[in-house]
């Protein structure tokens, strides 16, 4: 019991089957269909999958930014602190948004307000959620200006996100989201549109700042170099659904769910040789507007079998902290 | 056929501005600068570097999409830079383009069919058959089946449509694709699936890629060379595989370092390069990567550094990697390199090195 109960203190955030749908106008569309993972204090979380997988979904129904009239969790529970945040009033939602859970967005210029001084920006989300003056974050905002390395930070409160460069922007989006030091930050594909070197020191920044606040990070991409480089734990969603979760080291070295598996295959790498053909997975995406009997992947999954077909597998334990949705997994990793 | 297929030269350009009637000198963006390479038949040169260096001008300048301020664009020996309307459009058989977004780069009211032989209608006229059985061919080829002719791209998945606007540049047999970004926009099972078929295209029909890309894996896994490209200038061009294992130029290397490696074992020992790539309307002075080169010298400050042969067949724009001062003639030979931008700085002409030398250290030397 005791045990138990100090496990559960390390968890920030608790996930319980939460279900969320799309509505359209003749159909419904099931983007999560009820996944459960937790994130723990100051760790840093990966969730990764291709398009159309969920996981931008996830991130949205945990800050209930969901657009209100065509998006709606249907079921299950988000517990933050204990707390489970989809019973609380749009007034509570907005204490905790910003000054407890922060995101940051892949396209920095559609985030920041261009009319608005970065400065101001910043001081904003000081002002919303603390009594601090206007002159004390101000103060605030060139602070974090300076913790995100921007150079010159005195002049660059000044400046309007126009004025910036794309890896600029996305270290003012960073600095504002860090503010109010949040307990988690969620990282929606933040590097995806930047340059492989501006890539590089916006990765090492979240990794110094998360090491330096304690923050827990939820780190979403596509890109599994990404997470090899950043993330301790990962979630590999496909169609809706957690189909692998495990340490990172686990993950890269003995992937246990075919998707995963053909996943990381398919990415060009020099120790496989080059001008050789990838190893594809054949076929596309479910259509998640219609129901899926058995396991999502199994019309693409090169170990399917007739159990596959008919019913879905569950999250199981394959190993300590690594989990599987597959009916066949341990034979899976012995390949 | 002797000679290469493709061979660009001095290739230039410069958006002005504004335009200034009264003005004197207007200022001018230098997208690509002094751009020299050549394309064998069958081989896939491919074209890197970050938002702004100019591979997207580039491949706009080979298919003559934008005219070119200086240099010459040769396709078996023909300038096309230089071309009229008429001759343009025969030649522009030869050459085709594959377009980094799959959603605007087809038309969305015609049919997969109309699509993929639009571009032979704009030569000769296909009777229906003619084109049914063109359009099923060319689906196969790229490996789609003959009944998605009729559909519109709105209900094919992105991969799909990739594949389309493949089977659209290869309707005209050309002997060159022009990729920019050509799967960059795909999610990686995706991409395998798209890298596979332009490399059995390649294979079976002997294709020559230009294939532009800011993505290192997938460039070190289809290149046969690769051109390193900065604000506009190429600074290192090498075989792939002595690329990736020894960068010279110290960009090159910067760019291969900051590239995520799918290994979470790798320890990242360096740092990432610092700064950001600065505006091409006022690039620095000299080597245009030098504010943040970790080997910078003063001359880096001073000259440009010509392109320079070395002894693996690679060309390195570098003072201090790849120093100018006695290039053997066999060597530069040896490198395949257009003769006239070797010439540049074998005659000294543009690069008067030793006497700027001269003149920043004298004071210095003054000083102690």
């Not at chain 1, 340490?247 to 998707?259: K, Q, W």
């Not at chain 2, 030569?123 to 063109?134: I, T, V, Y």
């Not at chain 2, 991969?159 to 389309?164: K, N």
């Not at chain 2, 590239?259 to 360096?270: K, N, Y």
Request: hydrophobic residues 40%.
């Amino acid at each position: 019991m005791l045990m138990r109960e100090s496990i559960e203190e390390d968890v920030l955030l608790d996930i319980r089957d939460l279900e969320t749908h799309f509505y359209g106008e003749e159909s419904v569309t099931r983007a999560l269909g009820g996944i459960s993972f937790q994130v723990k204090k100051g760790e840093t979380l990966g969730v990764v999958g291709e398009s159309g997988c969920g996981k931008s979904v996830t991130a949205l129904s945990i800050l209930r930014l969901l657009p209100k009239l065509s998006a709606r969790t249907v079921g299950g529970e988000i517990r933050f602190h204990g707390r489970d945040i989809l019973e609380l009033s749009d007034r509570e939602m907005r204490k905790i948004r910003g000054d407890q859970i922060a995101m940051i967005f892949q396209e920095p210029m559609t985030s920041l307000n261009p009319v608005y001084t970065v400065g101001h920006q910043i001081a904003e989300a000081v002002q919303i959620h603390t009594k601090a003056s206007r002159s004390v974050a101000m103060e605030k905002a060139e602070e974090m200006l300076r913790l995100v390395r921007i150079a010159d930070p005195e002049r660059r409160v000044n400046n309007y996100p126009h004025e910036l460069s794309g890896g600029m922007r996305q270290r003012a989006m960073i600095a504002i989201a860090l503010a109010c030091s949040p307990e988690l930050l969620i990282a929606d594909e933040p590097t995806t549109a930047l340059d492989v070197t501006i890539q590089a020191q916006i990765l090492r920044l979240i990794v110094d700042l998360k090491e330096r606040t304690g923050t827990a990070v939820m780190f979403i991409t596509h890109d599994l170099g990404v997470v090899a480089e950043t993330c301790q734990r990962v979630i590999v969603m496909y169609a809706g659904r957690i189909v692998e979760q495990a340490n990172v080291i686990d993950l890269f070295a003995r992937p246990a769910h075919p998707y995963t598996q053909g996943l990381m295959r398919s990415v060009p790498d020099r120790r496989r040789g080059r001008q050789r053909r990838l190893p594809e997975i054949p076929g596309i995406v479910p259509n998640l507007r219609e129901p899926i009997v058995g396991c999502s992947f199994a019309p693409r999954c090169p170990f399917a079998i007739d159990i596959c077909r008919d019913k879905t597998p569950i999250l199981r334990d394959v190993g300590s902290s690594h989990a599987a949705a597959c009916w066949r997994a341990e034979e899976v990793m012995g390949v | 056929m002797n000679g290469p297929l493709l061979k660009v030269e001095n290739l230039t350009k410069h958006y002005p501005l504004g335009s200034g009637i009264f003005k004197k000198s207007i200022p001018v963006i230098r997208a690509v600068e002094d751009v020299s390479f050549s394309v064998e038949a069958g081989e896939t040169l491919c074209i890197v570097g970050e938002s702004g260096c100019g591979k997207s001008t580039v491949a706009r300048l080979l298919m003559r999409l934008v005219a070119p301020t200086a240099g010459r664009v040769l396709i078996d020996g023909t300038d096309i830079a230089g071309l009229k309307k008429d001759a343009l459009h025969s030649w522009r058989r030869r050459m085709q383009m594959v377009f980094q977004d799959p959603y605007s780069s087809l038309n969305p009211r015609l049919t997969a069919g109309q699509i993929i032989t639009e571009p032979v209608e704009n030569f000769e006229r296909l009777s229906r058959k003619q084109r049914h059985a063109l359009a099923a061919d060319l689906l196969r080829k790229v490996g789609m089946s003959p009944e998605m002719m009729h559909r519109l791209p709105s209900e094919l998945s992105g991969g799909q449509r990739q594949r389309l606007g493949i089977a659209r540049a290869l309707s005209l047999n050309p002997s060159v694709i022009i990729a920019d970004e050509a799967v960059s926009a795909l999610d990686v099972s995706v991409q395998a699936q798209i890298l596979n078929l332009l490399l059995d295209l390649q294979q079976q029909m002997g294709i020559a890629f230009v294939f532009i890309s800011h993505d290192l894996g997938v460039v070190e896994h289809i290149a046969h060379r690769v051109a390193v490209m900065y604000l506009g200038r190429i600074v290192e061009l090498a075989p792939s595989e002595a690329l990736f294992a020894k960068p010279v130029h110290p960009y090159t290397e910067a760019l291969i370092a900051a590239a995520p490696v799918p290994d979470p074992m790798r320890v990242r020992l360096e740092a990432p390069v610092e700064g950001e790539v600065p505006s091409p309307i006022n690039p620095p002075k000299g080597c245009a990567f030098h504010p943040r080169c970790p080997l910078a010298v003063e001359r880096c400050r001073i000259d440009v550094p010509p392109l320079v042969p070395m002894a693996d067949g690679r060309v390195v724009a570098c003072h201090v990697r790849a120093p100018a001062t006695d290039i053997p003639g066999q060597l530069a030979e040896a490198s395949g390199y257009p003769p006239a931008s070797l010439a540049r700085f074998r005659s000294g002409i543009g690069y008067p090195k030793a006497q700027i030398l001269r003149q920043v250290q004298h004071p210095r030397e003054a000083g102690d």
